[in-house]
């Protein structure tokens, strides 16, 4: 299975139902309100993350899921990585809306099941930037953050990622754990040519994968996140 895996260049991309790890409309917006009230969010923020939420269900399911999932887990690495509840529920809020910018993507790419064509994948590598004018309304604090997640998601440590191609430090903390989050929960989903993996699998391709993430974020996750089935049950 994790051969299979490595030789799938982008795990991100692709679809599916992901009908093994459906959470559903309320338990979505009960963990977007969690992590809404830990981040000490105003009414009009959580209205408009809500609303996207929405929206991004209706296009594609299983993307808003994973958005959620993606959140989840951000909140609980940010938190194990040291930063205080207030700044961790605003990371974890901020992912749930990081690949809205899928909306700007046909679902017959978004959907398709295997390679993408070079112009296809052109297409799907905008989605970061993308996004960003979905978040224009956000109030200042938690605009600046969904802004950088959003647009720095698949933005790699080594530099290999896009669309900047930032490596280092010059990847804020935010966006260097919704990239971990993202890159795990993207192979513990479902795809429409196989299940989602196990845990230990897709911890497995991450250590394959390990240039991509800061040592100490890839062992954080692994110690605290990848471990639990709360988000998977
Ligand atoms: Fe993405
Ligand atoms: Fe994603």
């Known amino acids: 299975m994790v051969g299979a895996t490595l030789s799938d260049p982008d795990p991100e991309r692709t679809g599916g139902t992901g009908s093994a790890c459906i959470l559903g409309p309320e338990r979505c917006h009960l963990i977007i309100a969690g992590l809404a009230e830990q981040a000490g969010a105003h009414h009009s923020d959580i209205a408009l993350i809500s609303a996207l939420h929405n ?5 594609s399911e299983w993307n808003a899921e994973h958005s959620v999932r993606v959140g989840h887990h951000a909140r609980v690495l940010a938190e194990s990585m040291g930063h205080g509840r207030r700044d961790a529920g605003a990371v974890g809020l901020c992912a749930c809306l990081h690949d809205i910018g899928k909306l700007h993507i046909s679902r017959s790419i978004l959907d398709k099941p295997g390679r993408l064509s070079a112009d296809e994948r052109a297409i799907v590598e905008q989605h970061p930037l993308d996004g960003l004018s979905c978040l224009d309304e956000l109030s200042h604090g938690i605009r600046h953050i969904a802004q950088s997640v959003t647009a720095l998601h698949h933005e790699n440590y080594d530099g290999s990622g896009y669309p900047y191609g930032l ?3 010059a990847l804020p903390d935010s966006a260097q754990f919704v990239r971990v989050c993202d890159f795990f929960d993207a192979l513990r989903a479902d795809r429409p040519y196989r299940r989602g993996m196990s845990a230990w699998a897709a911890m497995e391709v ?24 709360a988000v998977y049950a």
Not at 55 to 59: E, G, Q, T
């Open 167 to 169: 490596s280092g430090d």
């Open 206 to 229: 991450l250590k394959q994968r390990k240039s991509f993430f800061r040592t100490d974020v890839l062992r954080t996750f692994e110690a605290d996140v990848a471990p639990s089935n």
């Open 55 to 59: 929206l991004f269900r209706l296009y």
